[in-house]
């Protein structure tokens, strides 16, 4: 959704309006990266290890903060998310570079956490639960992130950015659901990061930086995919408003 107060391309808001949106913007994303990978380190760092408790666990976090927080920054928690609102100028620019700070800092304090609670046997053997990809080669792990980063952009474009929508009231589940089933489907294959953030803080505090392209180039894709398309379909005006009468047919 576009903020109040904040113009399609300009200057940031009052400053304590951009700290509290921004801080906003870490909390959640801290929330996401500590519960979803600390999951993952939990439960094992096979390919197919709780695949349905890693989906539950992303889903469950997601609907909560979207739910709870999203009235004050618009509870975006990744950024390929802000990324289709910046292309689309539903935000900002310096807030958007904001956000992206916010996101990626919450990504990397709650893999910092993670790595002091886990012993090291957890931490090195899911490389602090970095994403990897798992019996598919680059160019479908790239589509896989791709696509189903665009579901998710998709789905936050439709339920919150678009004003004709009657489900924003629980755009939260919605949203946590999408991260449900990417995850279901995509876990096993590529970790289903869908998040630069959530890849961001893992790699850097385990330094493991395998194919890390993957989980940057894929979901900021799909997201800006997702972002234009809808905005471009859905959220344009079909033309002007008609001016005069409404033509007649021939006499």
Known sequence: MRLPGTPAVGPLPPLAETWRRSFVELVGTFAVVFVGVGTIMAVGPQAD?????VALAYGLVIAVMVSALGHISGGHFNPAVTFGFLLTRRISVLLGLAYWVAQ???????????????????????NLG??????????????????????????????????????SAVAGLAIGLVY????LMGYPLTGAALNPA???GPELISRSWTDAWIWYVGPLAGGAIAALLYDELYLRPLGPPSAGPPATGAD
């Open 49 to 53: 290890a709780g695949t349905l408790e």
């Open 130 to 167: 970095a994403p990897a990809r798992h019996t598919i080669d680059l160019g479908p792990a790239l589509v896989v992130e791709a696509l189903l980063t665009f579901f998710v952009v998709w789905v936050v474009f439709a339920t919150t950015a678009d004003p004709r929508s009657t489900y």
């Open 180 to 183: 449900v089933f990417d995850n």
């Open 104 to 126: 990626f800092a919450g990504g990397v304090l709650a893999a910092l956490l993670l790595r002091w609670i886990f012993p090291a046997a957890n931490r090195d053997a899911t």
């Open 198 to 200: 959530r890849a961001f």
